[in-house]
């Protein structure tokens, strides 16, 4: 079974600073894909960046980049010049491959989110 | 903006009563995801339609239903609600059925209040 773990339920982070969200996952399949979503106050969530468990490199979207570490299961979210407007719920979450059998294990599964406040 | 539309926004409603949240996914995609997110349980893997059929199911209750019309809208349907219910529900939608590459882009969703 697939789990994510989000260890940090809240994160402080002066503005215009990096910040490191961390994420860890447990799969025992070879290919997987996780991603980042971020959910505002307003409720709605956003896909921020995904990483293939085959990608030699790592995950790049603008400010966001991934921190994907294979051989310790970490997927760790950067957020480089953090902006006021970057405060928000942010959810790692993984997927399995297609070939598992149950439907349900195919599915996105989220880790318990990390509440970011961006400081001015 | 994801390009998935959820109606109505905000819901509140009695306990026992029926109710009816409604998704369109993005244009051209086939799949479309119910998630339910509550304080507890955090974010719920429901129910999953791709063209029409379903094709998988998560912590979906006996007294909730979906379905996957042709036009690809998708209605999840909550009955016999109890104060449990309450919750944020949304919708996403995908390009194709699975993939581990698959990005979900996901509704603003409904903010369901049982009373």
């Known amino acids: 079974a697939q789990k994510i773990t989000q260890t940090q339920p809240g994160m402080f982070v002066q503005e215009k600073e990096a910040v490191t969200l961390d994420c860890t996952y447990d799969t025992s399949d070879q290919s997987y894909g996780l991603f980042w979503y971020k959910q505002p106050s307003s409720g709605e969530m956003i896909f921020l960046i995904y990483q293939g468990s085959y990608d030699e490199q790592n995950a790049t979207e603008g400010r966001y980049s991934l921190n994907f570490q294979k051989a310790r299961k970490s997927a760790n979210l950067v957020i480089s010049a953090s902006q006021l407007g970057d405060s928000a719920m942010y959810f790692c979450?993984?997927?399995?491959?297609?070939?598992?059998?149950?439907?349900?294990?195919?599915?996105?599964?989220f880790g318990s989110g990390t509440q970011l406040t961006v400081l001015p | 903006d994801s390009g998935v539309t959820q109606t109505p926004k905000h819901l509140i409603t009695a306990t026992g009563q029926r109710v009816t949240l409604r998704c369109s996914p993005r244009s051209g995609d086939l799949s479309v995801y119910w998630y339910q997110q509550s304080l507890d349980q955090g974010l719920q893997f429901l129910i999953q339609?791709?063209?029409?059929?379903?094709?998988a199911k998560g912590n979906i209750l006996e007294r909730f239903s979906a379905q996957q019309f042709p036009d690809l809208h998708s209605e999840l349907n909550l009955s016999s609600l109890e104060l449990g219910d309450s919750a944020l529900y949304f919708c996403?939608?995908?390009?194709?059925?699975?993939?581990?590459?698959?990005?979900?882009?996901f509704g603003s969703g409904t903010q369901l209040s049982v009373l």
């Open positions: 339609y791709y063209n029409g059929e379903e094709r």
């Open positions: 996403a939608s995908s390009a194709q059925e699975t993939g581990s590459h698959e990005k979900l882009f």
């Open positions: 979450a993984m997927r399995g491959p297609s070939t598992i059998s149950s439907g349900s294990a195919r599915q996105l599964t």
